[in-house]
């Protein structure tokens, strides 16, 4: 088993050997202009990656073939109609930006004047939902997600992507409340880091900051390969 995600920064950065290339890649795919993971332009950053996004519910394989959960591309016009609806309700909220992603829906407030209740956005939301059962209500970062629900997350989008690579190991990092989702399904099969402070979390290492995972994935890199 590996050890603690704190313990393995520390051998990563007294390692003298140069940073491998898929570190610099990830730097590079941070720096691209993406809205969901399945749309990363250009596909040539990473040759031979899956790329998942929207909680998992689509993932685009190497050869740029995307596979969508068929219960979420149902509800997709349920989404545009909720997008639609409280999208002229929060209008004249200030610092307030829907995120239509297709399957899901992400409500941003981070730029919202702090001075300002934010609890008027939840109400505004949680009604519209109240006549949407098929739809949930999850809470991120300064942000409302509103996704199927259904009983899948990132975990098990990373379960289909091994059953296709069975040689493969998982290493979930995620530092959102939305992530403990996929912490919790993958379990002990799965190498799950926690980046930040988070109370009970289902992951079963952390990092204490955003900085220490490219020292972290240098670690994995020379572990594994």
């Known amino acids: ?35 969901n993971a399945t749309k990363v332009e250009p596909f040539e950053i990473m040759d031979g990656l899956y790329y998942v996004g929207n909680h998992g519910l689509e993932i685009q394989d190497p050869s740029g073939a995307v596979w969508v959960h068929p219960q979420a591309r149902a509800l997709m016009k349920r989404i545009k109609s909720v997008s639609h609806d409280i999208s002229k309700e929060l209008k004249a909220l200030p610092g307030v930006f829907i995120e239509d992603k297709g399957l899901s829906l992400a409500v941003h407030y981070r730029a919202m004047p702090r001075w300002l209740s934010t609890r008027p956005i939840h109400e505004i939301v949680a009604e519209r939902l109240s006549a949407e059962p098929k739809l949930r209500l999850s809470a991120g970062k300064k942000v409302w997600e509103i996704r199927p629900k259904l009983r899948w997350n990132k975990g098990y989008a990373l379960k289909r992507i091994l059953r296709l690579r069975p040689g493969w190991s998982i290493a979930f990092i995620g530092d959102d409340a939305t992530d403990e989702e996929g912490f919790e399904t993958l379990g002990v099969a ?3 880091v926690r980046v930040g402070r988070a109370k009970d979390s289902a992951a079963r290492f952390s990092l204490t900051h ?10 994995l890199y020379r572990k594994w390969k």
Do not use: I, M, N, W
């Not at 610099?24 to 795919?29: C, G, I, R, S």
């Not at 955003?210 to 670690?219: A, D, K, P, S, T």
């Open 1 to 35: 088993a590996p050890p603690p995600a704190s313990s393995a920064k520390g051998s990563a950065r007294s390692d003298p050997d140069p940073a491998p290339p898929v570190c610099y890649d990830l730097e590079q795919l941070d720096r691209a202009p993406v809205q």
């Open 190 to 192: 799965a190498l799950t």
């Open 210 to 219: 955003q900085r220490q995972v490219h020292g972290f994935l240098e670690y």
